[in-house]
């Protein structure tokens, strides 16, 4: 059986809105563990070019390879460069592409690797294993930066004085552990009774966030996507937090509307002769959330949404002014 803290999240919804079809190629921007290629593989005979920037992964890639052969392949990489890394490998157009955002259950459950408030590790949170950090920034960041990456990446309303605390506590010694953090935020911020989250919750969240730019990722990804999806191809996204889905929401909706400020009885193309035509057109109108069973099953899927579309045949640059 599956553990349920490492099971893909909102599978069957994914699948369901990607709708694999045997002969195509489809992307999975976020490889992890390997649950959306599988389950993809598995449901057509297509192609499944999967990418992860996690070094740590591959492993799980060797034994996919050696599994379903030519039918797999898989980059070391940012899903911000997917069309990048597609192209070194003659692939310039595919069918779906699918992308799960945000940190892995097995990073969190790897205190090593230092993205858990939970378990005690070195204070790194880097995907990669390359650039600055978590313990870099905490450590060497001025107290405004430290506010700032605290408010906008974690929304944390006590960003000040955690980020006060900090470099209080940093000018007697280096914070270095997550532990240590985790303690120290909890020392600033007293667990609301209505909420039910770590009161380190949001700090760990904005410096992952921060470290790896998560957020510049994922709207490269989602320009990316345009570029790389062939007419009628979909793109299904899954997400965790606000911050990613405001990202989301607004992207397929500036690529989706056309018509705004027009009458819906005048034709686009007359109210707006230079106008882009909608690259996308919308598989789920609203956010989709897991089922009941499952954010019980599995805590990780409980903040989870997903939004999908599907690339219409316009060109990008399909209607603006010569």
Same mark, same amino acid.
């Given at each position: 059986?599956?553990?349920?803290?490492h099971a893909p999240v909102?599978?069957?919804?994914?699948?369901a809105?990607?709708?694999p079809?045997?002969?195509?190629?489809y /992307?999975?921007?976020t490889?992890?563990a390997?649950?959306y290629?599988?389950a993809i593989l598995?449901?057509?005979?297509?192609?499944?070019?999967?990418?992860d920037r996690?070094?740590?992964?591959n492993p799980t890639?060797? +034994?996919?390879r050696?599994?379903y052969?030519?039918r797999?392949d898989?980059?070391l990489?940012?899903?911000?460069?997917?069309?990048?890394?597609l192209?070194a490998?003659?692939?310039?157009?595919?069918?779906g592409?699918?992308?799960?955002?945000g940190v892995s259950?097995?990073?969190?459950d790897?205190? %090593?690797?230092?993205f858990?408030?939970? %378990?005690?590790g070195?204070?790194?949170?880097r995907?990669?294993?390359?650039?600055?950090?978590?313990a870099?920034i905490?450590?060497?960041y001025e107290?405004?930066?430290?506010a700032?990456?605290?408010?906008?990446?974690g929304?944390?309303? +006590?960003?000040?004085r955690?980020a006060?605390?900090?470099v209080q506590?940093r000018?007697?010694?280096?914070?270095?552990?997550t532990? %240590?953090l985790a303690? $120290?935020v909890?020392?600033?911020?007293?667990?609301s009774p209505k909420e039910?989250?770590d009161p +380190?919750?949001?700090?760990?969240?904005?410096?992952r966030i921060y470290v790896n730019?998560e957020?510049?990722e994922?709207?490269?990804?989602?320009d990316a996507?345009?570029?790389?999806?062939?007419?009628?191809?979909r793109?299904?996204v899954? /997400?965790?937090?606000?911050l990613?889905?405001?990202?989301?929401k607004r992207?397929?909706?500036e690529r989706?509307?056309?018509?705004?400020?027009?009458?819906r009885?005048?034709?686009v193309a007359l109210a707006?002769p230079?106008?882009?035509l909608?690259?996308?057109?919308?598989?789920t109108?609203k956010?989709?959330?897991p089922?009941?069973?499952?954010?019980?099953?599995?805590?990780?899927a409980?903040?989870?949404?997903?939004?999908?579309? $599907?690339r219409?045949s316009?060109n990008?640059?399909?209607g603006?002014?010569?």
């Amino acid at each position: 059986m599956i553990d349920a803290r490492h099971a893909p999240v909102m599978l069957p919804e994914v699948l369901a809105h990607l709708a694999p079809v045997a002969g195509e190629v489809y /992307v999975d921007g976020t490889f992890g563990a390997g649950g959306y290629t599988r389950a993809i593989l598995d449901a057509a005979d297509c192609k499944v070019v999967a990418m992860d920037r996690d070094p740590t992964v591959n492993p799980t890639a060797q +034994a996919f390879r050696q599994q379903y052969t030519t039918r797999f392949d898989f980059l070391l990489g940012r899903f911000g460069d997917m069309e990048a890394l597609l192209a070194a490998q003659g692939v310039t157009q595919v069918n779906g592409i699918v992308l799960d955002i945000g940190v892995s259950s097995m990073q969190l459950d790897q205190a %090593e690797r230092g993205f858990s408030f939970r %378990e005690d590790g070195p204070l790194d949170m880097r995907m990669s294993g390359e650039g600055e950090s978590a313990a870099d920034i905490v450590n060497r960041y001025e107290e405004k930066d430290l506010a700032d990456i605290l408010f906008i990446y974690g929304e944390e309303k +006590a960003a000040r004085r955690i980020a006060r605390a900090i470099v209080q506590k940093r000018q007697e010694q280096a914070i270095e552990r997550t532990g %240590e953090l985790a303690n $120290l935020v909890r020392s600033v911020v007293r667990a609301s009774p209505k909420e039910k989250k770590d009161p +380190a919750t949001r700090t760990f969240q904005a410096l992952r966030i921060y470290v790896n730019e998560e957020l510049r990722e994922l709207e490269r990804a989602l320009d990316a996507a345009e570029r790389l999806l062939a007419p009628q191809g979909r793109l299904v996204v899954v /997400v965790f937090h606000s911050l990613e889905d405001r990202i989301v929401k607004r992207f397929l909706s500036e690529r989706v509307r056309t018509d705004a400020g027009v009458s819906r009885h005048v034709p686009v193309a007359l109210a707006q002769p230079h106008a882009p035509l909608p690259t996308f057109s919308l598989i789920t109108r609203k956010a989709v959330a897991p089922g009941e069973e499952e954010a019980r099953r599995n805590p990780r899927a409980r903040s989870a949404k997903l939004r999908a579309a $599907l690339r219409t045949s316009h060109n990008i640059l399909e209607g603006e002014a010569a």
